[in-house]
């Protein structure tokens, strides 16, 4: 499952190294908020190589960040992690990035294609 959510990052935690059965590992979480009515905090972490992209934002920076979602049950107790794959910083304020006025005419579909 691949989601995306934005918000302004209010918080990078540091970095943790461990060794497991497969190897070295290090993650790094950071905390973004939500722009919404009733504004929640999520706390996503960072695998691998894919730390460096925390590098290239600062808190306060507006993100859009892609996210899969995962639970896993260890001792009964089950367990969910949000990982994300990609940081993409909003352009500053100000700075707008055009988008289609409409969506485009012919996308290849009968116009009958209703399942029911």
Known sequence: M??????KLIQKLQAETGEGKNG????????IETDEQFPKKICIMLWGDKITMLEKVTEGDILN???NIES?????????DI?????EKEADEGV?????EAP????GLPDDDLPF
């Open 83 to 87: 990982k994300a794959w990609r940081i």
């Open 24 to 31: 070295k590992w290090e993650k790094q979480q950071f905390v």
């Open 65 to 67: 960040v892609s996210i």
């Open 2 to 7: 691949s989601l995306q959510v934005k918000g």
């Open 104 to 107: 485009p005419e012919d996308l």
């Open 72 to 80: 896993r049950e260890f001792n009964a107790r089950w367990y969910t």
């Open 96 to 100: 707008s990035t055009p988008m289609p």
